[in-house]
T-cell receptor
Framework: QSALPQPRSVSGSPGQSVTISCTGT?????????VSWYQQRPGKAPKLLIF???KRASGVPARLSGSKSDNTASLTISGLQAEDEADYYC?????????FGGGTKLTVL | EEQLVESGGTLVQPGGSLRLSCVAS????????MRWVRQAPGKGLEGVAN??????????VDSVKGRFYISRDNDKNSLFLQMDNLRVDDTAVYYC??????FGSGRMDVWGPGTTVTVSS
């Protein structure tokens, strides 16, 4: 199955907010509320940030939030910090398997 | 600290075979759906295979069906991926991943550091 479309890159200045979108279909994002978001730094394994659309994983700050509307999920990062610079991936449950987004590189200017 | 550690990745020729292993520590693998996720150099994440707590249900992505086989040994707290007829495009870092959701819906909360598989002549 093809990767879910995400913007290749987004950027923002410290203190600003950015939103990363993840576009799916009625068979994945639109089918249930099992959308997750992951952060990956270079050379490291991904880290769970958000699960079940909007629930934050342990230790994840409240300035990260998730949402969903129809077949599109979004991750918003408020109060950007230099440490937020990384790659971000969405994932969605498609019944028997998960499908990942193509990934978005966040640059903090 | 709950951890997963993969092993078995190496350089192999096209058409060759490898068996990846993953051992869990500080938690019992038997309670969780488990997954293998891979990442080709400079590319995104791809779910390769997943297996139910008792091994009764398995899923393999179309690109590896008939070549890769996921299995588990809960007594040894281990997960495996048998990889046969390897192709150049199987080159990737392979991650062993725990799915925290009881139904395996993709809450992937523990990841191993990954093991690198390189398929090249």
């Amino acid at each position: 199955q093809s990767a879910l479309p995400q913007p290749r890159s987004v950027s923002g200045s410290p203190g600003q907010s950015v939103t990363i979108s993840c576009t799916g279909t009625s068979t994945d994002i639109g089918a249930n509320n099992f959308v997750s978001w992951y952060q990956q730094r270079p050379g490291k394994a991904p880290k769970l940030l958000i699960f079940d659309v909007y629930k934050r994983a342990s230790g994840v700050p409240a300035r990260l939030s998730g949402s969903k509307s129809d077949n599109t999920a979004s991750l918003t990062i408020s109060g950007l910090q230099a440490e937020d610079e990384a790659d971000y991936y969405c994932s969605a449950f498609a019944g028997t398997h998960v499908v990942f987004g193509g990934g978005t590189k966040l640059t903090v200017l | 600290e709950e951890q997963l550690v993969e092993s078995g990745g190496t350089l192999v020729q096209p058409g060759g075979s490898l068996r990846l292993s993953c051992v869990a520590s500080e938690f019992s693998l038997s309670h969780y759906w488990m997954r293998w996720v891979r990442q080709a150099p400079g590319k995104g994440l791809e779910g390769v295979a997943n297996i139910k707590q008792d091994g009764s249900e398995k899923y393999h992505v179309d690109s590896v069906k008939g070549r890769f086989y996921i299995s588990r040994d809960n007594d040894k707290n281990s997960l495996f991926l048998q990889m046969d007829n390897l192709r150049v495009d199987d080159t990737a870092v392979y991650y062993c991943v725990r799915d925290r959701n009881y139904f395996g819906s993709g809450r992937m909360d523990v990841w191993g550091p990954g093991t690198t598989v390189t398929v090249s002549s």
